[in-house]
Each structure stands twice: as structure tokens, then as C-alpha cells.
Nanobody
């Protein structure tokens, strides 16, 4: 699966952004989709994932209640709606695809096989 992320930018604290990731190539509907982020000097971390099998979504504690992951299968696109942004959300955001679907697999970085190029989100205070 080839992935193209977009939608990043500069936003003030408390603002919102919506990231998009369009997939092409193999059977997109048979892949779980996820968003990860990497802040300067930090390791890449899981933000939100959605299982292709049952549609369940999982979020990191740091974004739960503020971010929402959704997907449009017809458009081969996954979205990340980010609300109530704060400076700690500043990072490069990556979309990813995984052929796995269980919670235990989707929360393991090695299960994510395809990656987009990343889009920068900067939140000013």
C-alpha cells in the first residue's frame, strides 16, 4: 500500500486540524490504518489506529477524547481529526497500514508494514 499524508500545518493552541492519508495499491480495505507521530528528540509513538476487521479504534492516552480517527473506504482515505491541540502535539505525523487487526498486534510497531511520508503539525502556545 502506498500512502500519501496531508493536512499538517501551523495552528494555535486550542485549535483544530484534520489530517488525511490516501492509500493506493493493494487491497486497502484489508488493511488496518493508523496514525503515529514523532516529536523532535523523541521516539515515534502510536496516536490512533482503526482495525479493518471490526472497525474498532484505539487511541493513546495523550490524545484520547481530543483526536478521532475515521476512514472512508470508498475514497481509500483515513482521517485524523485533531481538536484542542496543545504544543505537546507538535510532531511529524505519519500514516501507516497494517495487515493485522487485533488490539495486541495494532499496538505493536513491528506490525505496521507501510508508511507515508509524514506531515508536520506545529502547535504554537
Amino acid at each position: 500500500v502506498q500512502l500519501q499524508a496531508s493536512g499538517g500545518g501551523l495552528v494555535q493552541s486550542g485549535g483544530s486540524l484534520r489530517l488525511s492519508c490516501t492509500a493506493s495499491g493493494r487491497a486497502y480495505s484489508s488493511y488496518s490504518m493508523g496514525w503515529f507521530r514523532q516529536a523532535p528528540g523523541k521516539e515515534r509513538e502510536l496516536v490512533a489506529v482503526k482495525s479493518y476487521r471490526d472497525g474498532k479504534s484505539y487511541y493513546s492516552d495523550s490524545v484520547k477524547g481530543r483526536f478521532t480517527i475515521s476512514r472512508n473506504t470508498e475514497r481509500n482515505t483515513v482521517y485524523l481529526q485533531m481538536n484542542s491541540l496543545n504544543p505537546e502535539d507538535t510532531a511529524v505525523y505519519y500514516c501507516s497500514a497494517s495487515p493485522y487487526y487485533s488490539y495486541s498486534d495494532l499496538t505493536s510497531a513491528i506490525r505496521w508494514t507501510d508508511w507515508g511520508q509524514g506531515t508536520l503539525v506545529t502547535v504554537s502556545s
